[in-house]
């Protein structure tokens, strides 16, 4: 019995035995798969395995390019803020977090009315976004500089110059916005880094900014290795185009800044020094304007197969090669599935465009500011008339299209009036030629005997009377959300007219400076500017600002200029006076910007909004006067 | 056929139900399945046995044979001589060749149901003689709830041991018994009855199912137990043809109202994708709050796509303990889903069912088919802020439109776009399906074919169903089995949403204008913008929906294959191996189209779709492995106690890979391949990500006396998603039960009314992962590329902050619970109270601005959610005569409270110590009527015909510091749910009619359909527009003036509505037709049936449907049907 029993165990003992080594042998079939619980990523690289090698800080580099870009590209949404631009709106022509497609602007209030300086959170939070892209690159690439091999040095060391270019417009734009804002120059790893990181005064962090450039200025090659990169004159424009900003400041005062004290003396030697380094872009590295400055051909009225250089210069099969230098730096983009294309067409055309939307378009009153090719002076404005036979026949009426006739060349370039034609676009395929002619959209239209189908636009987008055609584009094939135009940041042409305000306020006219005026407004078929207008500092500062105006229009830069030169009383009106009006062609649609304006309006344009949220998590924060 | 009279006594313990506890659960099962379908004997039998033993008694060799093998024997002690000795060297022997030798030259013989052997004897001595005198005969039929015979039930003359039980036929004769006596029916699963025999000759019986039979069983975590020893909380149904037959597209909207604590809310009707939430016990979590659905074991199987007709049962595990095998998924709660075999099923069996159901609208926007007065509606809303002659459209094109619209619908259309876009939608369902099994083997294969045609417009769904389900005993000791599910399913509709798109961009049906002619059928075109001023791109829905629609397919195919081997009894060993695959692809090619101006007879600038058009493909794939080992034990000792515990091991691995490619430019419209089109202009994308989690699972029970209940379980989990360190997870938990009423203090005192009494505690924790991404916490670099020289630059950019501290969230759940039976369990009542804290949310931390422009937060464990709430579950089963009814009531109550939350709240629908997304709203006054009215409330620019807000904090102005918070009311989830299932019985007849409501949900009704401020050039005007605006001449207007203040759509108590609502959800009339007549066309059974869904609704809310979420452009309405099915048993 105890024998029998003893088997009967064993064999139990045996089987359970044997399912305990099958379990094992599952256990242990898994510990073989241990790595089911190491996965590693498919599409993005691990951290690891980067900053081996010289390329990995060029991929380092494209990266902080691609954040930067970002925060310049659509600058034109600013003109908003300016009396001759409108912006629709920021919020549905963007996406909301994507530095690509303008999440940086979203929000922002892009009208010329009181308090503008508010709704620029996204825009800071990208600007930050762009310190720490630069920053990365920066502080890694200095790491394998350490112990770099003497044939790498001049590569990596230009390669940290082109990010110090783009952190020195980064920290520029967050002081010229807001004043005093938080600094920091290396790589963050925990929140807690920068938590209570409190402001720093604009006159502190000016020395960082300087610094950058200059660093920039001296590793950069004299030509950019590639179009879209940086170059030596780049930094050399930023640097002088930061000093001119840094004397206005200090001419002009910055009251809503309570740290900041004006200062006349700073203000003349920034002036001198804004307009050295100016004078050395323009003189020592071969630069031109476009087609050398020359204005090309008007074409005909109503007519679009030709068109003046200026015209020209923004497409990139003419204006990319940049063989003269008038691009001295540009932010590339790409076409369709790049993931990196500007939205230019959606923003500046209509419906007949790609099915564009019109986001922005010109004032009707920017047109008064373009003047005679015969007298160099402005004309005789405008007059808005309905869009009868009337009209259309009256004398400088704003609706007969030969009121717009002998008139800078630019104009022709930049602006649409009725029966301007342009290409339209569909499907990526061209659909012929389309005459803009206000508030008859998409109809059939008889002109000379042919029949065609005019610009179409949802007509409560349309408000001014006339459309761009600056930025458009004359091309098929790219969807309008999948632009590949180059948008400037920095031009000779600016360039220019920033050396002559700079030269003008150290020591007022200067021969050379009236020359390089002259030469731009060449570019528009106008005569040099009359002995009157040159004859002193406070009227030659007129003649460059109207040349700033037309030559730079849809560029972003007329708010900027408005603010440093505290200019906007000037523009709008003092505080509650009647403000100004716009118009369309017709002479309806009215809008009063500025009425009754109090004085907290003006101050809440000339510093912007500090973000509330992030002083509620920093009570390090403060907040500009005017906000609080 | 000879009648026999079987004379038995059971061995052991006189109690049929007693022994089937003791016999093995397998068996237990297998019997229990067996009974419950008509079955016929069987003898046959290919179990080998081996043995050997000497001189032992014939009872302890039937031992032996109950010991090593499923088999197991009744009978009757006082009638067979089991102490008879014998000597026994069998090898490789059947039972039946065992039993023969056994009984070689005895009068005994036996009969088997399944591995159940009853032995008896021809010998009637054994009946008392004194009972003979008034002796009489005693014969009938034994049928069930459904009129199917009922072989195998247990006949007993009461306070005897004379008895039988009753043929394949469902037939019994008693002969020579008392006529006083009385007949004692009983049959597991089924209610035990009692019948005086009098002078009756037949009594014939309809037994009843057992309100909860005290031996039902339910499925849970790897495995299943009896309710009765339950002590987590778990709901269960059984799915039965009157739950198949409701004309529904899903399986879970099809659980709506039966399972208490699981809340079902179905959003759309939109076929295809009717957007269906699941949340068992409120919102557990701000991260995927989903149950886990596990179908035969195998878990993340998409309820959607089975097919109802398959499902055997559905359990829903609610409480950590029961949940916690699955623990770290399992926060959420578990649906269990247990598919049918062919298990017992011993006669093959065909069934066929067959439905047909029309559907219309629950509710419909009241389109208005009246451009002139649209227009004038745009007038008149834009002459607030517009001086008469600047308006839009002139008085001259309404006129005219009003007059011509009359005599020529094509140049003036007036079209009612709700009619041209929503049809009656139909849906087909279709099952073939077949089972059988015997000793060795058993199968069940199923076919299915669901075809729906949605209310909208080319919104079609079908879903194909092939199920094949086998186990195979290959020894005596080893099953092997395999589960095979394919599905194929095709979708088409325009928008993601049906009437919207939830993207944001295209087409909304907010958007449609009645002044398009949707088409005309004679030149082909579709109409666009005619009347003078109208923007040129007005949409054409019809245009949209007939050429540019999404088609979606999906195929998947879900295997499971299992060894399990019992070594020696109690223990046993089992293996899971499971692969699912999918594949989706989409493609979208619409048709080239550009709209047409029929006043001017020329097209319109407006091509919805371009000349260039262009294909898109999008195909979705992956598949996921899993491998359990199982080891489970049990055993008893000191016979009342019971001991069994569990281990496994599991690992589980995904794949999923995504690829996009598009080109522009077909060829031709008809193609829409990608080599269909210009290789000119194309795109591609794909990626591909992967996941890994590896498991140990272990669980006890025990219970003594039957008593005293305990369980402890415990889950340790290591996830991909986590670095190594904070990688793995330890979830235990732990619960009680107590039977009181077995205790001899209680049970005398309550047994008469209290049939049975439980009391049930669990608390233990869970945990989930799936608020992070697969490689979140990774150091990775994010693509960033530039451009340099017109070419992409390859860039890199640092944008993951990682918390290497991070890992699991938990749920920690305390559950409370009492399980009652009453009167004979004519009345069961389940109560649960429950208080779960869901900790350590994963969040992204709180990451300053400076950073936020470069990094993604890297996320934190932070972040608190308590839920709190009760559910209660009654049930009364009641007959009378041929009349059988039940009635379920149940009802659940849930209370949710963000405790803790991970970054600085502002004031708003989600706050601390609130409700997650509760009712945040202004206070309105009222609508305006006077310039009085506006002056004496604060300053709010208002004019007469706006709604006027209150003044909340008294600070003279209205902001946002004026929204009063609603701390017990939610928005987007009901507090309560309840439903009344009342199910009856008579003759052939049946009827089934659910109840289902919510209470405790309150929302805006701001939607484009009531919009005052209407937008300026698209004119989605209902009739309401017309009649409801307030005016000076409509100053008793339900709605405030037209484009009025922006303060007329703020969120206030003026649009705030009660989303409660209850619901006749279904209605079922059905009739079986009598057996005798079936018989005759060899069919089992036949059942006609009429079926409706959403029958009425009553509720306050003014909007579509109170049980979609609001949603201002969505319109899709759910769907009420009308079905008729037929159930065929072959």
């Known amino acids: ?628 | 056929m000879k009648k026999k009279r079987w004379i038995f006594q059971f061995r052991r313990i006189p109690c049929l139900k007693q022994i089937f506890r003791i016999m093995k659960l397998t068996s237990f099962l297998l019997f229990v399945m067996f009974c419950q379908v008509s079955a016929t004997v069987f003898s046959q039998n290919n179990g080998q046995l081996s043995l050997k033993a000497e001189q032992k008694t014939i009872s302890g060799i039937l031992q032996l044979i109950e010991d090593q093998s499923d088999y197991s024997f009744m009978y009757n002690s006082n009638n067979i001589d089991v102490n008879r000795k014998a000597d026994i060297n069998y090898n490789g022997k059947s039972i039946e060749e065992v039993l023969d030798i056994l009984f070689k030259g005895t009068n005994v013989k036996y009969r088997s149901f399944n591995s159940n052997y009853v032995l008896y004897t021809d010998d009637n001595s054994v009946v008392p003689a004194g009972q003979m005198q008034q002796a009489k005969s005693v014969s009938g039929k034994i049928i069930d709830f459904s009129g199917q015979a009922l072989p195998g039930v247990t006949v007993v003359v009461k306070g005897t041991t004379n008895g039988t039980i009753t043929d394949p036929e469902g037939k019994y004769s008693l002969s020579q018994i008392p006529a006083n006596s009385i007949l004692v029916f009983s049959f597991v699963g089924m209610k035990t009855q009692e019948i005086q025999v009098a002078d009756k000759p037949i009594i014939n019986v309809t037994m009843e199912e057992d309100a909860i039979g005290i031996e039902e069983v339910v499925a849970v975590g790897y495995g299943t137990q009896k309710k009765a020893n339950l002590t987590g909380s778990v709901s269960a149904v059984k799915i039965d043809d009157k739950i198949a037959s409701r004309s529904l597209t899903n399986v879970s909207s099809g659980l709506q109202g039966l399972l208490p604590g699981l809340a079902i809310n179905q959003n759309s009707g939109m076929a295809g994708k009717n957007d269906v939430t699941m949340l068992i016990r409120g919102l557990g979590t701000v991260n995927n709050a989903n149950p886990l659905v596990v179908v035969d074991g195998m878990p993340d199987v998409d309820i959607n796509r089975l097919n109802m007709n398959d499902i055997e049962s559905v359990s829903v595990l609610k409480d950590a303990t029961s949940s916690a095998v699955y623990g770290s998924r399992a926060a959420n709660g578990v649906i269990l889903i247990t598919t049918k075999s062919g298990k017992g099923t011993n006669k093959p069996r065909l069934n066929i069912s067959s439905s047909y159901a029309v559907g219309v609208p629950t509710q419909s926007i009241d389109f208005m088919d009246d451009y002139a007065r649209a227009l004038t509606i745009q007038n008149i809303a834009t002459s607030t802020t517009t001086k008469r002659p600047d308006l839009t459209y002139k008085d001259g094109s309404i006129d005219q439109w009003l007059a011509l619209g009359m005599i020529d619908p094509l140049q003036y259309p007036n079209t009612d776009w709700w009619d041209v876009m929503v049809r009656n939608s139909t849906v087909q369902n279709h099952n073939v399906s077949a089972s059988s099994s015997n000793e060795k083997s058993n199968f069940f294969i199923s076919v299915g074919v669901m075809d729906e045609k949605g209310l909208q417009i080319n919104n079609n769904y079908s879903l194909y169903n092939a199920r094949f389900n086998y186990d195979y005993k290959i020894r005596k000791n080893i099953n092997v089995g395999i589960k095979f599910n394919g599905n194929w399913s095709k979708v088409d509709f325009a928008n993601g949403e049906g009437f919207n798109d939830a993207s944001g961009f295209g087409f909304k049906f907010g958007d449609a204008a009645s002044g398009v002619l949707p088409y005309d059928p004679e030149t082909g075109n579709y109409g666009g913008a005619m009347a003078y001023n109208e923007t040129t791109s007005l949409y054409n829905p019809y245009s949209i929906y007939n050429n540019q629609l999404n088609r979606q397919n999906r195929q998947e195919a879900n295997t499971s294959m299992y060894l399990d081997w019992s070594p020696v009894k109690g223990l046993s060993a089992r293996v899971d191996y499971a692969l699912s695959y999918y594949n989706q692809f989409r493609y979208y090619a619409p048709i080239p189209n550009t709209l047409y101006n029929f006043q001017t007879g020329s097209y319109t600038p407006y091509s919805p779709v371009a000349k260039n058009a262009g294909i898109s493909n999008y195909t979705n794939t992956g598949y996921k492995t899993q491998l359990n080992g199982r080891l489970e034990y049990q055993t008893t000792f000191a016979k009342h106690h019971n001991l069994s515990a569990l281990f496994v091991y599991s690992e589980e691995y995904w794949y999923d890979r995504y690829q996009a490619s598009s080109r522009l430019d077909r060829i031709h419209p008809t193609l829409s391949e990608i080599d269909a089109a210009l290789p000119d202009t194309q795109t591609a994308n794909g990626n591909s990500s992967t996941e890994g989690l590896q498991s140990y699972i272990g669980r006890i029970n025990y219970s003594a006396f039957d008593k005293y209940l305990f369980e402890v379980n415990f889950r340790y989990d290591g996830s991909s998603k986590f670095l190594s360190g904070s990688r793995f997870g330890f979830f235990p938990s732990a619960s009680a039960g107590w039977r009181f009423t077995e205790e001899n203090f209680i049970n005398p005192h309550t047994r008469n009314w209290l049939s049975s009494g439980k009391l049930r505690a669990s608390y233990g924790g869970l945990g989930n992962n799936s608020g992070i991404g697969r490689y979140q916490q990774q150091e990775i670099l994010a693509q960033s590329n530039y451009n340099t020289n017109g070419n992409t630059a390859k860039g890199f950019t640092y944008r993951q902050m990682v918390n290497k501290n991070l890992s699991w969230e938990s749920t920690y759940v305390f559950n409370l619970g009492l399980d009652l039976g009453f009167l004979n369990n004519h009345l069961t009542a389940e109560i649960d109270y429950y208080d779960r804290f869901t900790t350590g949310m994963l969040r992204p931390s709180d990451l300053s601005t400076h950073l936020t422009g470069a990094y993604d937060a890297p996320y934190k464990n932070i972040g608190d959610l308590r839920n709190r709430g009760i559910e209660g579950n009654l049930i009364w089963k009641g007959s009378k005569g041929d009349f059988a009814y039940s009635i379920n009531l149940n009802a659940s109550y849930n209370a949710t409270r963000l405790e803790k939350w991970n970054e600085f709240l502002n004031k708003g629908n989600v706050f601390l110590d609130m409700p997650y997304y509760f009712v945040y709203s202004y206070e309105a006054i009222g609508i305006a009527q006077t310039w009085e009215d506006v002056y004496k409330a604060t300053p709010q620019g208002a004019s007469p015909g706006d709604i006027l807000l209150k003044d909340l904090n008294g600070d003279g102005q209205i902001t946002a510091e004026d929204k009063k918070a609603y701390s017990q009311i939610q928005r987007s989830r009901p507090t309560t749910n309840y439903a009344v299932n009342f199910n009856a019985n008579w003759k052939g007849f049946d009827m089934t009619i659910l109840l289902q409501g919510t209470a405790g949900r309150k929302d805006f009704w701001l939607t484009n359909w009531n919009s005052t401020n209407i937008q300026s050039y698209l004119y989605p005007s209902s009739w309401d527009h017309w009649s409801n605006p307030w005016s000076w001449s409509n100053r008793n207007g339900a709605w405030p003036r037209l484009d009025g203040s922006n303060l007329n759509e703020y969120e206030s108590t003026f649009w705030l509505d009660d989303m409660s609502y209850v619901r006749l959800k279904n209605v079922q009339l059905g009739y079986t037709l009598p057996n005798n007549l079936v018989k005759k066309l060899r069919i089992d059974n036949v059942r006609f049936y009429i079926s409706g869904e959403n029958l009425a609704t009553f509720t306050k809310f003014r909007g579509i449907d109170p049980e979609k979420n609001t949603n201002a452009d969505d319109a899709y309405p759910l769907v009420k049907s009308f079905a008729f099915g037929v159930n065929i048993g072959i």
């Open chain 1, 1 to 628: 019995m105890v024998s029998k029993n003893v088997v009967i165990m064993k064999k139990i003992y045996s089987k359970i035995l044997f399912a305990f080594v099958i379990c094992e042998l599952l256990l242990s079939a898994a510990s073989c798969t241990k790595d089911i619980l190491e996965q590693e990523p498919t599409v993005n690289l691990g951290a690891s395995s980067f900053w081996k090698t010289e390329d990995d800080a060029t991929y380092a580099l494209m990266g902080a390019y691609s954040a930067v870009r970002g925060l310049f590209d659509r600058d034109y949404y600013f003109d908003g803020q300016g009396e001759f631009f409108r912006t629709r709106s920021s919020s549905n022509s963007t996406t909301s977090g994507n530095i690509n497609l303008g999440g940086a602007y979203r929000g922002g209030s892009y009208a010329p009315a009181p308090g503008n300086g508010s709704g620029f959170d996204a825009m800071y939070q990208f600007l930050y976004g762009g310190v720490n892209r630069t920053n990365y690159v920066i502080e890694n690439v200095n790491k394998m500089l350490l112990v770099a091999r003497p044939a790498s040095v001049a590569n990596l060391e230009a390669i940290i110059g082109e990010a110090r270019l783009l952190r020195g417009m980064v920290y520029f734009r967050l002081i010229s916005l807001w004043g005093d804002v938080p600094y920091f120059s290396k790589i963050i790893n925990e929140n807690s880094e920068i938590s209570d990181i409190a402001r720093m005064p604009i006159t502190q962090i000016k020395d960082s900014i300087m610094a950058d450039f200059t660093y920039a200025f001296e590793k950069l090659p004299v030509k950019a290795t590639q179009i879209g990169r940086a170059s030596k004159p780049a930094a050399l424009a930023f640097r002088g185009k930061f000093q001119l900003y840094w004397a206005c400041w200090n001419k002009n005062g910055w009251p809503e800044l309570d740290t900041f004290t004006s200062n006349a003396t700073a203000a003349t030697e920034a002036y001198k020094a804004a307009a050295a380094d100016f004078k050395a872009v323009i003189e020592n590295y071969g630069l031109n304007l476009f087609r050398n400055g020359e204005p090309g051909d008007w074409g005909t009225m109503g007519n679009a197969e030709v068109l003046p250089n200026y015209y020209y210069m923004f497409i990139p099969s003419t204006g990319n090669p940049n063989t003269e230098g008038e691009m001295i730096m540009v932010f590339t983009h790409g076409g369709t599935g790049s993931g990196q294309s500007e939205e230019l067409m959606r923003d500046f055309a209509g419906r007949s465009h790609e099915g564009s939307q019109l986001w922005v378009m010109p004032r009707f009153e920017i047109a008064n500011r373009y003047q005679s090719t015969v007298t160099g002076d402005f004309c005789t404005p405008l007059i808005p008339m309905s869009s009868n036979t009337a009209g259309r026949a009256a004398l400088n009426s704003a609706v007969n299209p030969q009121s717009y006739a002998n008139r800078d060349y630019r104009m022709k370039a930049t602006i649409m009036w009725d029966y301007e034609m342009s290409k339209g676009l569909s499907g990526l395929a061209e659909t012929g030629w389309r005459p803009f002619i206000y508030k008859t959209w998409a109809a059939a239209v008889n002109i000379n005997g042919n029949i065609y189908t005019s610009y179409d636009i949802t007509s409560s987008a349309a408000t001014t009377g006339i459309v761009f055609r600056k930025f458009l584009r004359n091309y098929a094939g790219l969807a309008r959300s999948e632009g590949d135009y180059n948008w400037p940041v920095m031009r000779l042409a600016d360039v220019y007219l920033m050396y002559a305000e700079a030269s003008n306020e150290a020591y007022g006219p200067q021969a050379d400076a009236i020359a390089l005026v002259n030469k731009i407004r060449h570019r528009g078929n106008l005569p040099a500017l009359a002995a009157s207008k040159t004859a002193s500092k406070d009227v030659f500062f007129s003649a460059i600002e109207q040349e700033r105006i037309i030559e730079l229009f849809g560029e972003g830069q007329r708010p900027f200029d408005l603010r440093r030169w505290r200019a906007i009383e000037r523009v709008f009106g003092a505080p509650y006076s009647n403000g100004i009006v716009r118009q369309d062609t017709n002479g309806g649609n009215q809008v009063f910007y500025f009425k009754n304006a109090s004085e907290l309006g003006y101050q809440q344009c000339y510093i912007f909004k500090i973000p509330q949220a992030e002083r509620e998590r920093n009570p390090n924060l403060t907040q500009n006067k005017p906000w609080m």
